[in-house]
């Protein structure tokens, strides 16, 4: 709390008191201290790196900590995407339908974090084709000793291990680390870097759903994704 110190000087006069009224002080308003709560995180957003973990209906090879390749993650384990089963119905809201503990486990392999460190999902959405094809995008921020990654992943929606980039040729950066907090535009520099967007793309996917996670930022995005 913030506390105001006044202090108050006698003026001395050898001129009687009354002669020079002094008109009183004008009231001033109290300080206040800003008890206004941070943004809460949302429940499932954020948690802490397991030294290796395994995630439901993931085969050993696909498993967080074999694919990251640390300390220099480059596997491309795409997986074609289809399947005879029909896509679950998609439901926008605050979060996907997406086991988000094994999704933060991928995160925190390709950012090579310790057991320990700390992961916060920063933004997602869900694209689909006319085909139909569905694909999933996720980024997080992972946070270790003197060292802040953020990592942009994606992942056919019948594939339940996540992958990065597109290619060995894609242009995109997907792993960027920095020696500081990045900032909210930093972060945003790696998103759209990483063709990160909540619009209609050009290939035919439409948007499902999708949602910044605010609370993850260290400020409100520059560009809010998606867009008011």
């Known amino acids: 709390m913030r506390i105001a110190l006044v202090v108050l000087?006698?003026?001395?006069?050898?001129?009687?008191?009354?002669?020079?009224?002094?008109?009183?002080?004008?009231?001033?308003?109290?300080?206040?201290?800003?008890?206004?709560?941070?943004?809460?995180?949302?429940?499932?957003?954020?948690?802490?790196?397991?030294?290796?973990?395994?995630?439901?209906?993931?085969?050993d090879n696909r498993r967080p900590v074999a694919i990251a390749g640390c300390p220099a993650p480059m596997d491309m384990s795409r997986g074609n995407g289809f399947s005879s089963d029909p896509y679950p119905t998609?439901?926008?809201?605050?979060?996907?339908?997406?086991?988000?503990?094994?999704?933060?486990?991928?995160?925190?392999?390709?950012?090579c974090a310790p057991a320990g460190a700390h992961a916060a999902l920063l933004a997602w959405s869900i694209y689909e084709d006319p085909r139909p094809l569905r694909n999933d995008n996720v980024a997080y921020v992972v946070s270790m000793p003197n060292k802040w990654t953020v990592v942009v992943m994606w992942r056919h929606a019948f594939n339940k291990w996540w992958n990065i980039a597109g290619s060995f040729h894609d242009p995109r950066v997907p792993i960027q680390s920095f020696d500081h907090p990045?900032?909210?535009?930093?972060?945003?520099?790696?998103?759209?870097?990483?063709?990160?967007?909540?619009?209609?793309?050009?290939?035919?996917?439409?948007?499902?759903?999708?949602?910044?996670?605010?609370?993850?930022?260290?400020?409100?995005?520059?560009?809010?994704?998606?867009?008011?």
Not at 27 to 47: F, K, L, Q, S, Y
Not at 90 to 111: F, K, M, N
């Open 9 to 59: 000087v006698a003026a001395c006069s050898a001129e009687p008191a009354a002669t020079h009224p002094v008109a009183p002080e004008p009231a001033r308003a109290p300080v206040v201290a800003n008890t206004a709560p941070a943004a809460a995180a949302i429940p499932g957003t954020t948690g802490t790196c397991e030294a290796d973990p395994k995630v439901d209906g993931v085969d």
């Open 90 to 111: 998609v439901t926008p809201g605050p979060l996907p339908a997406w086991d988000l503990a094994g999704t933060l486990a991928y995160a925190c392999a390709y950012a």
């Open 182 to 228: 990045p900032t909210a535009a930093e972060i945003e520099d790696v998103l759209r870097g990483n063709t990160w967007s909540f619009a209609a793309s050009d290939a035919g996917f439409k948007l499902l759903a999708g949602n910044t996670i605010d609370a993850s930022w260290p400020s409100a995005p520059p560009t809010h994704f998606p867009a008011p």
